[in-house]
């Protein structure tokens, strides 16, 4: 082909694709999702499944679930995906929402030094924070306003303690806060044999255990809910709504679902699907 055929053949293409519809070049969406969610490996797994069925992208920003859903209130996402039943019931209240779904649940899990200096072994997480408390141990708080520190926060108090933060006489433990998401966390646990609270989907597919295990477990308090939530468009009309609405559909279906139970790292299945369809 001459040059003037390679240049006519360019200008060609170039006027095919802007005579798509906006649709077929705009096929994806920006999904706001907790770290966990990232950072087990779901998504990698998730996302393919959904994108064959649909041929939708999902563009994931994985942050902690506090600003997550602060990106919703901002309409910077058009679906949410998190773990903090309470901050998303009062985000749907407030409008910036269309009505939650639950989706799957694990557990989270306290995991320390195999030793557990501070002695807190056992099923009760908040006799564990108390020995904790009153302990030398440290302890590594994501302190992000995520689903996980959200979680933890409400087992300090369940513990009599309203911020663990301060120092008070009698309480001499480490109480050091990162900042960070779920893998930053147990990374600085791992270095530093320090106690870590974590979502089990996370510490299963976490490779860098140091001397960590799991120390306190099996207490119906740390049950972890997730839920999607579509971005209100009566506040935010530039998001789109029908694509979102599209994967909230599909990761409540059987199809869905059965994905999200597929997952396993290491023979142990990470979440497990309990799906409500507003």
């Known amino acids: ?6 240049r006519a053949l360019a200008l060609l293409c ?9 649709a077929a070049q705009d096929r994806f969406i920006v999904m706001a999702s ?27 920003v994985a942050v902690g679930t506090g600003q997550a859903l602060d990106m919703g209130r901002r309409g910077d996402a058009d679906v949410l995906f998190v773990h903090d039943t309470a901050a998303e019931e009062k985000f749907v ?13 694990n557990d989270f899990v306290l995991v320390g030094p195999a030793a557990d200096p501070a002695g807190v072994k056992g099923q009760d997480i908040v006799a564990a924070l108390g020995k904790l408390a009153a302990s030398r141990a440290a302890f590594v708080s994501r302190a992000d306003k995520s689903g996980t520190h959200a979680a933890e926060m409400r087992y300090w108090k369940m513990a009599g303690i309203d911020d663990p933060a301060v120092k008070v006489p009698g309480r001499a433990f480490d109480y050091r806060a990162c900042g960070c998401g779920m893998g930053p966390a147990l990374n600085i646990g791992s270095s530093t044999d320090g106690y870590v609270l974590t ?10 255990r140091g001397n960590l295990k799991v120390l306190v477990e099996g207490d119906k308090r740390l049950f972890n809910q997730y839920g999607v939530i579509v ?7 530039q ?10 559909d599909w990761i409540v279906s059987s199809d869905g679902q ?18 409500t369809k507003n």
Not at 1 to 6: E, F
Not at 14 to 22: D, G, I, R, S, W
Not at 231 to 237: G, K, L, Q
Not at 258 to 275: D, H, M, R, T
């Open 231 to 237: 971005v209100n468009p009566a506040r935010h009309p």
């Open 199 to 208: 979502d089990r989907g996370t510490w299963l597919s976490f490779k860098n």
């Open 34 to 60: 907790t770290t966990s969610t990232e950072q087990s490996g779901l998504f990698p797994h998730l996302l393919p499944a959904f994108k064959k069925a649909s041929g939708i992208d999902v563009r994931v």
């Open 14 to 22: 170039a006027t095919a694709a802007l005579a798509l519809p906006a």
């Open 239 to 248: 998001t789109k709504t029908a694509l979102a609405q599209a994967f909230s």
């Open 93 to 105: 209240a407030e409008g910036f929402g269309l009505p939650r779904r639950g989706v799957m649940y």
């Open 258 to 275: 059965a994905s999200i139970a597929a997952y396993k790292v290491g023979g142990e299945q990470l979440f497990f699907p309990n799906a």
């Open 1 to 6: 082909m001459n040059r003037i055929g390679r």
